[in-house]
């Protein structure tokens, strides 16, 4: 509330809290945070997701009016890969809770003989 109150749109970051004794307790991660905020003032809602084919984790979330795709395979180094919705969709205010899926397809052919 306070960096909203100041008018700042950096204080939105992404880090990480992890629990040693199954959820009683956490701890946050001293390199936090892990995914930087670039002055976008809603920068929030992550849903984190291990993509199998690629063997590496994606992290999908909020960045104002569209979302954004980040890239890890250690869940503490994040990279940039792509955003979307950018110039698509609803564009009245700001995204809320996006969910992704992932689908495989397969060509089913019917046998004629």
């Given amino acids: 509330m306070k960096g909203e109150q100041e008018g700042r749109t950096d204080f939105q970051t992404q880090g990480i ?3 040693l004794d199954g959820g009683d307790s956490w701890a946050k991660y001293e390199g936090n945070p892990v995914v930087p905020n670039t002055g976008i003032k809603d920068f929030r809602d992550p849903k984190v997701f291990w993509h199998e084919q690629t063997e590496q984790w994606v992290m ?4 104002g009016d569209h979302a954004q795709l980040f890239l890890s395979s250690d869940l503490k180094e994040w990279t940039y890969s792509s ?16 969910i992704f899926f992932c689908f495989r397809s397969k060509v089913w052919r019917k046998s004629t003989g």
């Fill in 60 to 63: 999908v979330l909020v960045a």
């Fill in 17 to 19: 809290a992890y629990s």
């Fill in 83 to 98: 955003s979307f919705g950018k110039n698509q969709g609803a564009h009245g205010g700001v995204w809320e809770c996006q």
